[in-house]
């Protein structure tokens, strides 16, 4: 190799590490070293094609055949490292991680569960939930969110923005701080800038965030502010209804001047579940360390005597709200994990019969 490919070689790779390259993702490249392809990163997503960077130059790549019918779910969203050649996406690599919700159509229908997952973007290191000083603050929301990233396996910063709508923000932020234990809480206001410099340490060279939270919340404003100028359309808020249009429409991974990378999501009206894992026990876990003590294993934390949970509502060290929007929550995910489990069974049956009819087919041609 002439000291020129050796440069350019090492230009590669310092462009791939400040889009997020890492170790796992170079294992994996390695088994198609002489295959020619090339990575790059997924930092748009339309509806026919998708726009790919490997912070050196971008493409508009479309997908490989086998990959739009792919049974593995792998199929490429914002922030996915992919391996293509001649713009065109032959393989995505294994996730380090994906954020992911159920698919929305279940808004204001009764008991209803989504029934198919949604992923909304990949290989994260932060998760923005973003909630305005408006109308749209509301800490069960919030609560939400944070359940949602955990059972994802993902690290959530809250952000509170319009922090100048109010002579007081402070109080806002520690009824937030009282409910999301643990997680780092900000303040950012339009006309300061010392809540943006406390986000600098999640947006270094090789770190990737996405937003969540509703429309009107702030996030284009915020992904604006961060890049010194305006990169993400915004809208105005209706005075009438206090909700924000969605001017979002599509995900993008936006480099930052200072390095980082922040994926820009629409607003999301329905936080369903999708991931099982222990979402609602990092999410409320003092609640799941009093439930450690109740008389009965299998507390509901409803009406039963010797209940730690209830004893510690009525003292008020828990809200009745809090509570309430608990046992929902863990309703919604043990039907989840219910139904994932009777599912898994489904297909090994169904697996086992497969089987079962091959074995007969050969006994007869016997």
Request: proline share 3%; net charge positive.
């Amino acid at each position: 190799m002439s000291i020129k490919q050796d440069t350019n070689k090492n230009d590669n790779i310092h462009h791939l590490l400040q889009m997020g390259w890492s170790t796992h993702f170079q294992t994996q490249l390695e088994r198609f070293s002489n295959d020619g392809l090339i990575p790059a990163r997924v930092i748009g997503v339309r509806k026919n094609s998708f726009r790919t960077s490997n912070g050196k130059s971008e493409w508009l790549a479309t997908l490989a055949g086998k990959l739009k019918h792919s049974a593995d779910g792998m199929y490429p969203v914002t922030g996915d490292w992919v391996l293509m050649t001649d713009a065109v996406i032959s393989r995505v690599l294994v996730r380090v991680n994906a954020l992911s919700r159920g698919a929305s159509g279940t808004h204001n229908k009764q008991d209803a569960q989504p029934q198919k997952g949604q992923i909304i973007a990949a290989n994260l290191d932060t998760v923005f939930i973003v909630s305005g000083l408006d109308r749209d603050f509301n800490l069960r929301r919030i609560e939400r969110y944070l359940t949602l990233v955990y059972n994802c396996g993902l690290n959530p910063v809250i952000i509170l923005t319009k922090a100048d709508l109010h002579h007081d923000p402070e109080h806002f932020m520690g009824e937030v701080e009282a409910v999301a234990l643990g997680v780092p809480v900000h303040l950012v206001s339009a006309s300061d800038e010392t809540g943006l410099i406390s986000l600098e340490p999640y947006l270094t060279p090789g770190r990737t965030t996405t937003m969540m939270g509703s429309s009107g919340a702030g996030k284009s404003t915020l992904v604006n502010r961060l890049y010194g100028k305006t990169v993400q359309l915004t809208g105005a808020i209706s005075t009438h209804v206090g909700k924000g249009k969605h001017i979002t429409t599509s995900r993008d991974l936006i480099m930052m001047p200072k390095g980082g990378m922040v994926i820009d999501n629409p607003g999301i009206r329905e936080i369903s579940f999708w991931e099982v894992d222990k979402g609602i026990e990092a999410a409320f876990p003092e609640i799941e360390k009093l439930g450690l003590g109740c008389r009965f294993t299998n507390c509901n934390h409803t009406h039963e005597p010797g209940c730690r949970v209830l004893g510690a509502v009525h003292e008020g060290e828990i809200s009745k709200d809090r509570l309430e929007n608990y046992r929902k929550m863990k309703r919604e995910l043990d039907y989840m994990s219910h139904r994932q489990l009777k599912s898994a069974d489904r297909v090994e049956k169904e697996r086992w019969k497969e089987v079962a009819l091959k074995i007969k087919a050969i006994k007869k041609r016997r």
